[in-house]
């Protein structure tokens, strides 16, 4: 059969979906208060289990899934298939996915929709050899016409499920329509189709820096918001991200109506209001420093309060404000414990190496840590976590369940 070119398609979706005379799109990005604290995705360690724990603990403004495969999601892949769970307490929350064919996304955007997601992110930054080499991820930063067309092609499978119409993905692959239906008979279909807004995570170039035409290519497309991470993808993880050039980014993206949220190496909420202040961006995402640490997002209120004070009494800002209150003993143990057993209980003992890093994480700042991490990082199962913990606690050097521990900002690691 021959096939029908992608963007006739898209053309003829989008012209459907606006002759439904629906209102126009009010996306949560605008209901959202300003400046945003959102947690940023993080493959491997944004799965369901760490985003519940984030969203009950924590509760950023916002959470996104780890980057999904949009051909793995097409093809049945349970790990990307996995990845599309969440909890209603995770809203707003938001399905990131990647891959190089707008095609694909046309198909997985109206997935997304049926499952409930309040926004759909394409993932536009990812450094990894193994997702660049297939044209996706930062390799879409040197093909921008790729980029605005896949942004579209997300757009048009939102339409054509907002109008009604049954889920092509269905259609074109069995294996992900037999899987939906083993979802509806526990969930209740949507029968309120709203539109989802669709938005962009990228760096700030792939072996250069290319921000300000990159930015204006995909303010082309209109996306609701774009989160930068100030690095390129040459440099992975290495050096320090370049708050300068998301400031620029900031700047030209003024008044077209997509948001722009700042991201790279903020360990605090003062961190993040004083990048906030200096860059002029709508927020910020938090990712690594959130690991261990779902208190960090606390103060975000006060951090919103000291942004609003700085625009009218500059002089009157009390950083100190903004500093974590500590976080018992007794607190981060049980945390972390509920978490371990919840991770255990969705994959089971056999996959419980991937909690290790997360066990990690929550012994820091405290007489011992060290010690009591480098024994976590072993651990085979929940109730060895639990085991050591209850060691740890009946040491008598070990600090009373009650007492306060350093904020993961004030910490040497
Ligand atoms: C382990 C790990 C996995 C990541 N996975 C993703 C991902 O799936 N999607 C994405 O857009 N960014 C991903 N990132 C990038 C982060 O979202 C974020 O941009 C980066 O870590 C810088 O922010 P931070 O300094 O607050 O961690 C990942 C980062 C790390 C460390």
Redesign the pocket.
């Known amino acids: 059969m021959e096939k029908e070119p992608i963007e006739s398609r898209l053309n003829d979706e989008t012209s459907k979906a606006s002759q439904l005379n629906r209102p126009v799109e009010e996306t949560f990005w605008r209901r959202l208060k300003k400046p945003i604290v959102g947690l ?6 944004t799965d369901p289990c760490f985003r519940l724990m984030m969203a009950l603990h924590g509760r950023p403004d916002l959470i996104m899934t ?2 999904l495969s949009v051909d793995g999601i097409c093809h049945g892949a349970e790990s990307a298939l996995q990845g599309l769970a969440f909890h209603e307490s995770e809203r707003p929350i938001i399905a ?1 996915l990647y891959g190089p064919t707008p095609e694909t996304f046309y198909h997985v955007a109206q997935l997304v929709c049926e499952l409930g997601f309040d926004g759909l992110d394409i ?1 536009m ?2 450094p990894s050899k193994k997702v660049s080499a297939l044209g996706s991820g930062a390799a879409l930063i040197q093909d921008p016409p790729r980029a605005q067309a896949i942004v579209e092609a997300a757009k048009a499978g939102i339409a054509r499920w907002v109008s009604g119409a049954p889920l092509s993905i269905c259609q074109k692959y069995p294996l992900v329509a037999d899987w939906l239906a083993g979802r509806k008979k526990k969930n209740t279909p949507i029968d309120d189709r709203r539109s989802i807004p669709v938005s962009v ?1 990228t760096r700030i170039g792939v072996d250069r820096i290319v921000i300000g035409d990159w930015i204006a290519a995909l303010l082309e497309a209109r996306p609701a918001a774009i989160s930068i ?1 100030g690095r390129t993808l040459k440099q992975g ?1 290495r050096g320090d ?1 370049d708050w300068d050039k998301i400031a620029e980014a900031a700047e030209i993206a003024q008044g077209s109506g997509t948001f722009i949220l700042g ?4 360990r605090s909420l003062k961190d993040a209001f004083l990048r906030i202040r200096k860059t002029g961006v709508d927020g910020v ?5 959130a690991m261990g640490n779902p208190w960090i997002f606390h103060r975000k209120e006060i951090l919103r309060a000291i942004s609003a004070q700085a625009e009218s009494v500059p002089n009157a800002i009390d950083l100190s404000l903004l500093e974590e209150r500590p976080v018992s003993t007794h607190s981060r143990f049980a945390v972390a414990l509920q978490h371990a057993r919840l991770f255990q209980a969705s994959y089971g003992e056999r996959y419980f190496k991937g909690m290790r890093k997360h066990l990690g994480s929550y012994c820091r700042g405290f007489e011992g840590a060290r010690a009591l991490r480098s024994k976590m990082v072993r651990v085979l199962n929940a109730e060895e976590a639990a085991a050591l913990i209850k060691d740890y606690l009946s040491h008598p050097t070990a600090p009373p369940a009650s007492t306060t521990i350093q904020s993961d900002a004030q910490l040497t690691r």
């Open positions: 940023s995705p993080m493959d491997g360690v780890e980057f990131q993932n930054g990812c995570k991470h993880y991200a991201n790279g190496d903020l995402l938090i990712g690594r420093a």
